[in-house]
């Protein structure tokens, strides 16, 4: 398999609530169904994001946009299923999770290898109570996804799968057995068929999965049968477990490969919509993006601006001051990720009617969580006292070390305010420079008006430390290089007259460009009336 790393914050978009999240526990699980995935529309890798003590894995499967993660074998240890579903959950936000292997049988005069056991429900054999003259079974049985068993109930007439001696595979319902054993031994394997009589079968992370997921999620275990825990285990381990784990992955296929299978939990497929005059993915947010992050990058328009930022912030800090929707932001970020600078970004939005040293208490805060983990508990009284603390923090925490804070969406709007906001900025950024190991941490902040204008005299050494780019709204050959990019993505017939009036009309502005096309695809119409139409709103809109 190829795979393509990329930064989590890169994969932030695809956390919306579609994601289908598909757990392994072995090598050989893993293998088999990274070679079901296909990369993500835009993509030519799956996409491999490392988190915290896991590796997540981003693609599609059949209709479904997925993300994939193994554990380790077990329910209990560090890395097994209880621990790595849990993580996954947090970092995810996935409604949806589906665990997809290999297990025992334990009726070989009945099942064959390859038949797959769907979990009805999941009981933890090993919880028990061990009396002198009896052992009481204490574990909680778990019942799966009503929806999700209901799915794979109704698949069983249209669903094949042929095992390695050529007869049809069987799907089995069951309630299956989980515990921290590796099952290999025909005495043992028949002392908890004759505990659990109404069990087809067993395995080892089923406890984890549903213990991680409780009720907060839907969750469903598929395993197909590699042996049957009788001593032979080894025979022809291999091929057992290759036909085990590709029957499990074609009964997950007939789920996946449907457009409306988990409509009902919220998840909705990725198909095309088809037009007669385009084909348009849903993915429509990747090609006309409002903040980038690394996925994006195919469809970013390099411009003169991103070399002159590159230059200036190898040396200094910079203040980008121009226009809304002239992609200050973007420009920004863009340059950072590439350049792979670590980067703090710190939007000031949210501040909108507070006086300007809650602006700097705001940047203490966002500092302090970033460098710590936690919410700070300081609580300065001062301008003063916020810029001795900030100083502090990133003496402790990035002496020596490279760190670029972004500071944007500045809300102020009278004279008097930028003012005060710009001297004590400048004061911050003079003052960090006195402190021996913090060079290499630089301040860049983007804003609609100069803020060079606000210099005093006596902070003149400002020009020192902080460089200031204007940044104009696009050039027409820049926004050409835009429109041809889109129109070559999602093959739309515009007429040579109506995209130089588009050109001419949006007077340089990407945000204007992007809204354009949104917006037709959005009502789904495809004719010179509704570019017509479209175009004139826009523009009373926009300008």
Known sequence: ??????????????LDGDLVLLVTATDIETKYTHLKIEPLVGHKEILRVFEGNHTYYFGVFGNYKVAHVQCSMGSISRDSSIMTVSSALTFLKTTVVIMIGIAFGVEEEIQKIGDVLVAESVIPYNVKRVGESKTISRGIEAQSSQILLNRFKNIIGNWEFFNGDDTKAKMIFTRILSGEELVDNLEYRNKLKLEFP??????????????ACGNKVDWILVKGICDFADGNKKENKKINQKVAIESALSACSEIFNSPFAFQELGVKAINNI??????????????????????????????????????????YGVWIYGPSGCGKSNLIVRNLIKNKIPFIQINLAPCIGSNIEEFFKEILYEIAFYAEGVSTEIQPKSFSECSKCLMAILNKYYSNKELLIFIEEIPINSSEEKKEFCEKIFSLIISKNFIIGLDKVKFVLSSIDNPSLSISEIQQKIYQHLMFIPLTYWGKDEIILLVDKIIGVFNVCLTSDFKSSLIERSKGSPRFIKKFFRSIYTLNKFDDKTYVNILRDIERELN
């Not at 930064?7 to 695809?14: E, F, G, R, V, Y």
């Not at 109404?198 to 213990?211: F, P, Q, T, V």
């Not at 994006?296 to 411009?303: M, P």
């Open 1 to 14: 398999m190829i795979y393509k790393d990329v930064d989590s914050n890169s994969i932030a978009h695809l």
């Open 198 to 211: 109404d069990s087809k079968g067993g395995e080892m992370e089923g406890a984890g999965l549903y213990s």
């Open 274 to 315: 088809i037009d007669e005059s385009c084909c348009y993915s849903l993915y429509i947010g990747d090609v006309l993006f409002e903040y980038y992050d690394a996925l994006k990058e195919n469809y970013y328009i390099e411009r003169n601006s991103d070399y002159i930022f590159n230059q200036y912030v190898r040396q």
